[in-house]
């Protein structure tokens, strides 16, 4: 055994390969590491986590064995190790690259899609969420999801989908009893404010300060603006059903409807609920609103 660490030891430094072989290997368990942490959990992590050291002390034998070359006046071998030491650099670059998308394909494959929240606990202790949200991805690894609001009862109703990695929900209770879903936090360009009624299970979209109810069967909302149609203005959303697009207008003014929410947590796309206290996304929220909190 031992011969045989000596061994690889003397090709690691006295080759010009075999720092480029060494750096080559731990390189690849780096990689593989990065990919399959996603269904690893915590023991992922610390795989790459290793494997990273692995990979400085890998990096560092080849210094070594390049100033072992010099010293010893091997030239060309020095030579070799320097052109080859590149070129591993360049092949990590583009295995990073190939790491991160496997890594995002391993984690759509791995999971249900489905995130099921609608037990978890909030602040009070003694609430719950009367409600669930459905992630559906629509990509291979880009953080690209359907979403919809899932009610007790097995009604579903789609929102906008989530192209631009908007993540979280932060959810609030508000003095009615009803939900306040903000999608997209600090990413205005793609961020929806949803109304959630757990008792009629319906949702409305916030939409220039009006909230504009979701149809019940609507596949997916598409967009919302305001438009000027004869001299009067129009609020409304576009939704998409079996038969195609259609247009919602009008609605209830969002107005004081605000005022004296409760910040209860953050719904992940995993599933997962982490509760919380105060309103840290306040002024977030202001600056949609023209009016008080």
Request: negative net charge; glycine residues 12%; hydrophobic residues 45%.
């Amino acid at each position: 055994m031992d011969g045989t660490i000596r061994k690889i030891a003397r090709f690691t430094l006295k080759t010009a390969f075999g720092p480029f072989v060494a750096w080559c290997c731990t390189s690849l368990l780096l990689f593989a590491a990065y990919a399959l942490s996603p269904p690893l959990g915590k023991f992922g992590t610390v795989l790459v986590y290793m494997m990273f050291v692995v990979q400085v002390v890998a990096a560092l034998v080849g210094v070594a064995a390049f100033i072992m070359s010099l010293a010893e006046r091997q030239y060309g071998r020095a030579i070799w190790q320097f052109f080859l030491g590149l070129a591993g650099l360049f092949l990590v670059f583009w295995g990073l690259v190939f790491a991160f998308v496997a890594r995002g394909v391993v984690a759509h494959a791995t999971s249900s899609g489905y995130g099921e929240v609608r037990n978890a606990s909030v602040t009070n202790e003694t609430s719950k969420l009367e409600f669930a949200v459905e992630y559906q991805p629509t990509h291979p690894f880009l953080a690209e999801y359907n979403k919809c609001i899932v009610f007790p009862s097995g009604k579903r109703i789609s929102v906008c989908m989530d192209t631009g990695g908007a993540g979280a929900f932060a959810v609030y209770r508000l003095p009615t009893g009803e939900y306040y879903l903000v999608d997209g936090l600090e990413h205005d360009f793609i961020r929806n404010d949803y109304r959630v009624n757990a008792t009629n299970e319906t949702v409305e979209m916030m939409c220039d300060e009006v909230w504009v109810k979701i149809p019940d069967g609507s596949l997916e909302v598409t967009g919302g603006g305001v438009s000027t149609c004869n001299g009067e203005k129009h609020v409304g959303i576009t939704v998409k059903t079996a038969n195609g697009e259609e247009s919602v207008d009008g609605g209830t003014p969002v107005g004081d409807s605000l005022k004296g929410r409760v910040y209860v947590g953050l719904l992940y796309p995993s599933g997962s609920f982490e509760p919380g206290e105060g309103d840290p996304f306040a002024n977030i929220i202001q600056r949609r609103l023209r009016g008080g909190n």
